[in-house]
Every structure is written in structure tokens, then in C-alpha cells.
């Protein structure tokens, strides 16, 4: 049983991994150790919580009347307001008589096999692989009864920790911060790393320094959002890819979220992470439960490429679910970027039919299919626009089938044009605050899905047009965040609503792939996965800018995940078309497909564009499910490269960013192979160390395009 407890010490052990915590006082349990694994009969009960350090006691609030033992000292694992723990606090909750004061006691605890369901949260499941830890506390004089879940994948290497918070009192608990963990880790020597943006820039990697400061990141945008992603890591200064410790954190939400770290004058880094407390109150009523968001732990002693390769692993594996989780996802063509909202059945049909001569395997139809919708009107309007396409979509899909093609279709289910017969039928169902203006984004307006009534609209009429076709694909929109909300609680239930939509859907229609989007990669995080196991990853499809974006993204979630096309370029060139060369790389590099018209391509653009999809149907396992390795940063050079392993082949892309006509040598070392095993590399055969531990050399290119890349298979022989 990876978890056990001993000498008052909790211990959870993964495959590589102790996390270990002890109950001091009967009060507070503290936080010991988390790190490389330690034997099976460690006792760090040596580890001091009585210090050596004399405290005055006119900053430091002593434990008891000895006065040898501060709160300020304790590395908590969960805090609460009051009784001298300054730091960020788990839990912030005002009670019955207005005082906000918390004083948990232990009640126990209890080890069982596999994992609790946390609904309405999504979080990540058992499959008779994981073990759970319940630790029970209670505020006996305001009933409060807040459960600590830890559940250890051992194989996965990963923990995952949530909280319920109950009321077992007669009178109304108000939750002003719910936070889903705290870990207080030695030490104020560290770096927090981030993923940060915008729109068509999402998740750059940026590292700040934390030391004495609290250093916080969130959204209150009641969206994930581009400008910031529910992750960070905690790293050693000296961090890196392959060296360093790294404690990473992913919260399994898709709403306003924050996340801090925060060193401390007595030598400790504290990470809080959970829903935003801004915006923030919810009323628990005697009896009601509260779940917070899952976070999901993942620690490495040698450098940020394990810390990914655990949340890859897990994420695709015990996050991910439905029939795609294992299966190879469909290349596809989409109409957007080649014609936005001017098509007709003629033009779809014609892309669709190029896009099968090519070798692609779903066609997918944008915005732009229902009501009026020509540009910013008809969000809500869920039927089909017979001007555009008179036979209706049940005729079109047919089409689409009879090339050999699945056919796909776009919805953007949460939202409402005030240019809508729905807005006209019910100006009530909008996200709003009564008698404030409603702020409009992209010309539209959020329907409150925290309302059931919204919710089954909703789902019926989607469900209509889901059963009124042969639609195996959904592209999932999402192109605003929340503004005016009516009360706190609305962001959080919004949330919640969206979640129980999709279960129902996804649920209804098992067998459909479904892939979120929100702007782009606006909500590209774990929550979301839960439902649709792929994202669309930005709406910029510049390939060089696309770079830094899908390896940003690679810090925490999966290549499998990342929607990534060869978008709309300039075409028509003389000879080999070297930026649809450069786009199809990278591409590759994730959930490949097109999104333009593949009707103004030359003939030899056309063959270039399909050797592409040979290609990556040969490489699909390797790229899909294979172990994803990043060997130069596009966050610290012109050149940047990755590989995909998997047990008989590798692929390795490499892109030079910049046009060079002199420079020095560049040698990239290979990762994940096998150090013994023969592989073919660019049609030699060389060791798996030669690769690795001398490298391959990369030629500099001298084109007319800004970059140059390459594809090189290693198959082991
Ligand atoms: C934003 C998405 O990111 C695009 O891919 C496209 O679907 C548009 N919305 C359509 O409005």
C-alpha cells in the first residue's frame, strides 16, 4: 500500500516519490518532506518542529505556554485565519456569529483503495490503480467539517489533493477562500514558473524569482483564460529541463483560479492553490458539502522534462476518458481560415473533397452554418441556415461520408448575440447584474448556464442537431469571459454548469470526438479535458510563433491534447513551398490537420501538402502516445527542437527560426532512448548513447524564409 502511517506521520509513496506529513498537537499537520523516495521504514520524526531559533515573541505567535514553538514555524499543510499563521490561508470562512476565526482538531483519518468522486468537479479517476488518504478535521464550535483527500497514483508518480469542506451546523457557513491545497516546502531559494499570454500568444514560459515576496498568478476572468494557465512550479534556482528539483501544481478547473508562492521570514516557500477568492463567497447551507478543485502534484529531482512526462502520462491516461482517450485522434480539415463565414455547400464540399485526396479523415464546418450568422448575430439559434446550405446538414455530411471523410461541426453553446431570436425570446437568460450595463465582447453576451432551464435548452437543441446528422466531431467554441456577474457565487456556478452540460453531452454522445477551443487556447486546461480530450491550441497558426506556444503548452499537457493545423498561407509558390514546409512541421508536432482552402493550391503544393499527411499517419502513434522530450527552447535561442519517443521509433524535429548564412555548430543530443539498442538516423545506424551522448549535428540553412525545419525518423533496429 503506497500509504501508511507510522509514529504519527502520514506517508504516501509513489513510484519514485514520499510525501510525508505529520499531526503535531493534535492540531496541525505539518509538512516533512516531499521529495525522492525515502525506504519504506523512514521516521523523520528527528525533523525539528520544536526550533532551535529563538523567536520574539512580539512577531511570532508561540504553539503554547512553553513558548518554544511558533505558528510562524509550522509547515502547514493546511491554514486557517487565526492563531498566528500569517501566511496565505487555506481556508478563509465567516461563520454564524460574523467571526472568521477557524480552530481545526483532528478526528481522524482513513486509507481505502481508489478515489472519491469530487462532482461537480472533473478531476482525474481510478482504475484500480490508485489509493486514497481521507483526513478528517473539524472547527467544533461552528461545526465546520473540512475532509483532506490525497490520492497517490503510484505508477503515475503523481499525487492529487482536494478538500470538502461540510457544514453540520443549523446556521449558513459563508466561504470567503476555499483553497484545494497548501504545501509549505523548505527553503526560500526558489523560482516560480508560470504560463502566460494572450490571445494568439498563450502560454509562454516566464520564471520570476519568489524568495521573500508572494508571487501570484490567476484568472478572474471566470475562464482559465489565455493570460494565464491554472499551473505553476516551484523550481530550485538552478533548475532546468534535465536538472534541478521542480514541484509542479495543475488545478483541474476551468474557471477564475489563482495560485501563489510565497517565501516566508522563517524559511519556508508556501504554494496555495485553488478558486479565486476574488469575486468570491459562497453561502454553504447546514448540511451542503463543498468540493474544491483538484490539484495535481507532480515532483522531479532532475529537471522540468520528468515533471511533464508525469502529467503527460497521467493526463492522457487517468484524466482524458470516452472512446478517444486511447485512439488514434483524426486528421482534419477545417473551413475556417480559408473562408470564415463565406461558404456555400459548393465551396464546403470542394474543400472537403481536396481535403479527402489528400489523405485527411474529418472535415470540419465552422462558424457560420446556422440562423443569420454572417458576422456578429445568431448565437443561440442552433438550426441550420438554408440559404447557405439548402439541402441541410444531414445532405452535406452524407457528402462528406461519401468521400471517405467523418464530417464535424462548430457550436459556441455558451454563448448569446443580443442579435438573436433567443435574446429576443429571453433578454433575461445573459450572465448580467440587474439595472449595469451588459458589457458586450466579440458582439455577444454569456448565457447564465448556471440555470438549469438555460442548461436544457441548450442541450436540447444541440442534442437536435447532433441526432440530425452523421457528426462524429464537435469543435466546442467559447469566444468571451464574464464580466458583470450577479452575486459571488455566479463565476463558481457557472463553472459548475458548464460541467454538468458537458457530462451530459458527452454522455448522450459517447462516441463523439469532441475538441474545445475558446478564442483559440483560451481554456486550455485539465477541467476541460475531462470532457473533450483535445484543444484547440491558439488561433495563431504562424509557425514560428506556434513554436513557443506548443512548448509552452508542453510544460503540463500532452501533444495528444494540442489541436494544431496548417493554417491559412500564402500560396503559389514556384518549387518546394518552404513556409507550408515550416507550418506542417510544427503542426506535426501535435494533433495534425489543415484549416484553409486547399482549392488554391498549386499541384505541386498539393503533393507537398499530402506527403505531409503520409507522414504523419506513419509517425501518428509515435507523435500521439509516444514520450514527448523538448531539446532546445524557442525562450532561449533561434533553434529549436523535440522529440517524440515511443518503444520502436523516435522522431525528432528540429526548426531553425532564423535565417542565417554563418554560425556556429549545432549539436542536439537525443533523449529517451534505449542506450544499447541500434537505431537508423538519417540513414546510418548509430547507438542509442552515440545519439544521446554525442548527438546529432544539425545543418545551419541558409533559405529565403525566415526558418527552416526537418523531420528525421530514428527507428530502433
Ligand atoms: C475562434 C476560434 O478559435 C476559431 O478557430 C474559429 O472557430 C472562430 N472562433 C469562429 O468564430
Redesign the pocket.
Known sequence: MPIWVNDNQFHIETSRTSYIFSLYKNRYLTHLYWGKKLSSDANLSYIPTEFIYSRPNATHVPVDETNRVFVSDLAMEFSVVGGGDYATPTLHARYADNSTVTELSFEGYMVYEGKRDISPMPSTYSEGDAQTLEIYLRDKRSNLKVTLLYTVFCKYDAICRSIIYKNESQDDIYLLSAQSATVDISGTNYEMLHLCGDWARERHIERIPVNHARCVIDSKRGMSGHMENPFIALLEKNAGEYMGEVFGFSLVYSGSFTASAEGTSCGKTRVTMGINDFNFEWRLASGEEFMTPEVVMAYSPCGLSRMSGIYHRLYRDKLCRGRYRGALRPMLINN?EGTTFDFDEKKLIDIAREGADLGLELFVL??GWFAKRNGACSLGDWYVNTDKLPRGLEYLAKEVNALGMKFGL?FEPEMISPDSDLYRAHPDWCVHAKGRRRTENRSQLVLDISREEVREYILDTITKVLQSANIEYV?W?C?RTLTETSSMEQPHRYVIGLYKMLDTLTTRFPDILFES?A??GGRFDPGILCYMPQT?TS?NTDPIARLAIQYGTSIVYPPITMGSHVGSIAVGMAGENQFLNTCAMAAMSGNFGYELDLNLFSEAEKAQAKSYVDLYRKIRPTIQYGEFYRLESPFEGDNVSWMFVDSDRAVLFTFQTKKMINGEERRVKLRGLDENALYEYNGERRTGAELMLAGVGIALERYEYASRCRVYEVIKK
Open positions: 475556417w465552422d462558424d462548430w469543435k467554441d469566444n477551443c478564442g483559440g484547440w488561433d
